[in-house]
C-alpha cells in the first residue's frame, strides 16, 4: 500500500486540532470512553480472533488479551485524561527584553505522531486519547497478531469524531505490513515523531531505520536489590508482585540481586514465587541457597542468556553481590534504564543506590511494578521512555507536547 495519500489526510486533519478548545475535547474522549465501554462485545469478539492465531503459551499472549475488566480499566483511563488540564498553550517562560521585544515559550502539539507497537491494542485507545487531548494527529502501525483488535478499535473511534463533526483522518491505522512500516520511519515530510512500543528488536529497528526523531520505550529488563539491611517481610512482597502481578509488561522483575549476606534469607524471599511456578536462574551462589529450599524443577543454572533478558514469562534470574556497589554496577551494566530498585533499611544504601543506578525510575521499597502513567498520576501512558532526551518514564501528555516561541513587539528592528 501507497501510504503517502494517508499521511497527506492525517497531516491536514491535524491542523484543525488547533482549532478545538478543551471543553470539545473533553467531551469526546468521554464518548469515546462510553463508546468503548458500549461496544465491549464487540472489541472481545474481534479480539478473540486475535488470540485464536497466537498460543497460550506465548509471552504476548497477556499482552493481546482484550477481556471486560480490562476493557473498563481502559475507559477509566481515558475518562482521566478527559478530565486532566489541557498541556497546550502553557506558559514555560516569559520575560521582556532591552529592546521592548515580549517573549514567551508556550507549549504546543508535536503535529503528527507516528506509533509502531506489536500486540497490544490497549495501546491503541491510550495513544489516541493522549495524542487528541495534547492536540496531536497520530497514525498507528499496530503487529499482525492484533491487527482484528486494533481496526475494531479504530473503527469505533473514528465513528465517534465523525459523530461530533471532527475529521476522522486525525487517527489512521496502517496495514499490518513491513512496507508500511518503512514507509512510516521515513515519512518525515509529514510525520515529527515516531515512538516504538514494543520488543528490544522492534526498538532497535525502528531506531537504525528511522529518519524522523523517535523516541524510545517498552523494553524493560528489571532488577530489585535485596540489601545487605533489608527487610525480608517487605521482600518477600515486594519480589513476588514485582515478578508475578504481570509477567508479561515492562515493569516486571527480570533480576533479584542479592547480597551474599542475606543468602539464607533467599528461600523465604522467592517462597511466594515458588507458589506461582516461576523458574529460576540462578548463579552458583544462589544455586547452592536455594537447593532443597525450592522446587527443583524450577531451579536451573545461570548461563549467558540469564543476565539482561527481559523474561516477559514466569521466569527470573538471580545475581548475589557483595555490596551495594556491586548491585549498582551489575544493573547499570544489564539493565534498560527503566525501572529498578532497591529493598533496604539502610539509608545510605538507598541513597547509594538512588544517586547511582542509570534508570528512568528508581525506588526504594516498593515494586517496580508501580512504573505506569497511571500510577503517576498521569491519567494513562504512550510508554515508557528509556532515553534521556525531551522525555523520561513514564510519557503523557505533557511529554506529547513541544514548544514554540511568542514575540511581541511594536516597531522594533534589530541593528
Not at 20 to 39: C, G
Not at 69 to 77: F, G, L, Y
Not at 195 to 217: C, H, K, M, W
Not at 340 to 358: C, G, T
Request: proline share 3%.
Amino acid at each position: 500500500m501507497n501510504c503517502t495519500p494517508v499521511f497527506k489526510n492525517v497531516v491536514k486533519a491535524g491542523q484543525s486540532l488547533n482549532l478545538l478548545d478543551d471543553i470539545m475535547v473533553s467531551k469526546v474522549l468521554r464518548l469515546v470512553a462510553e463508546a468503548a465501554e458500549n461496544n465491549s462485545d464487540y472489541i472481545i469478539s474481534e479480539n478473540s480472533k486475535d488470540l485464536s492465531r497466537m498460543p497460550e503459551s506465548d509471552p504476548r499472549y497477556d499482552r493481546l488479551l482484550l477481556s471486560r475488566q480490562r476493557i473498563m480499566a481502559i475507559v477509566s483511563d481515558i475518562k482521566r485524561v478527559a478530565e486532566m488540564d489541557s498541556p497546550l498553550s502553557r506558559v514555560l517562560s516569559e520575560s521582556e527584553r532591552p529592546s521592548g521585544l515580549k517573549i514567551r515559550r508556550i507549549s504546543v502539539p508535536f503535529g503528527v505522531i507516528g506509533i509502531i507497537y506489536e500486540a497490544r491494542p490497549n495501546v491503541t485507545f491510550d495513544v489516541f486519547s493522549l495524542c487528541f487531548k495534547s492536540g496531536n494527529a497520530c497514525v498507528l502501525k499496530g503487529g499482525s497478531d492484533a491487527i482484528n483488535s486494533n481496526t475494531a478499535i479504530v473503527k469505533i473511534i473514528r465513528s465517534v469524531l465523525t459523530e461530533n463533526g471532527i475529521n476522522p483522518d486525525i487517527l489512521a491505522l496502517l496495514p499490518a505490513g513491513r512496507s508500511e512500516t518503512n514507509q512510516l520511519l521515513n515519512a518525515s515530510q509529514y510525520v515529527d515523531l515516531i515512538i516504538p512500543r514494543g520488543s528490544r528488536g522492534l526498538i532497535d529497528f525502528v531506531r537504525e531505520n528511522a529518519t524522523i526523531p523517535v523516541i524510545e520505550t517498552g523494553a524493560g529488563i528489571c532488577h530489585t536489590y535485596f540489601d545487605e539491611y533489608g527487610d525480608r517481610e517487605k521482600g518477600r512482597s515486594i519480589i513476588n508482585n514485582a515478578k508475578t502481578r504481570r509477567v508479561s509488561v515492562c515493569n516486571a522483575l527480570d533480576c533479584l540481586v542479592i547480597h551474599e549476606k542475606r543468602l539464607a534469607d533467599l528461600a523465604y524471599l522467592t517462597g511466594l514465587c515458588a507458589g506461582k511456578n516461576v523458574i529460576i536462574y540462578a548463579d552458583p551462589s544462589s544455586y547452592r541457597a536455594l537447593t532443597g529450599n525450592y522446587p527443583a524443577e524450577l531451579l536451573k543454572k545461570t548461563d549467558r542468556n540469564s543476565f539482561g533478558t527481559e523474561f516477559l514469562s514466569y521466569k527470573m534470574a538471580i545475581k548475589t553481590v557483595s555490596s551495594c556497589d556491586d548491585a549498582v554496577i551489575h544493573i547499570n551494566k544489564f539493565g534498560s534504564k527503566h525501572s529498578e530498585a532497591i529493598i533496604s533499611e539502610n539509608k545510605k544504601s538507598i541513597d547509594l543506590f538512588i544517586k547511582l543506578v542509570d534508570a528512568s525510575s528508581v525506588y526504594s521499597n516498593a515494586s517496580t511494578a508501580f512504573t505506569d502513567g497511571s500510577e503517576f498520576g498521569l491519567g494513562t501512558e504512550i510508554g515508557i521512555s528509556t532515553q534521556k532526551l525531551h522525555a523520561r518514564g513514564p510519557m503523557a501528555l505533557e511529554a506529547l507536547t513541544t514548544y514554540k516561541w511568542i514575540i511581541e513587539g511594536n516597531g522594533q528592528i534589530r541593528s
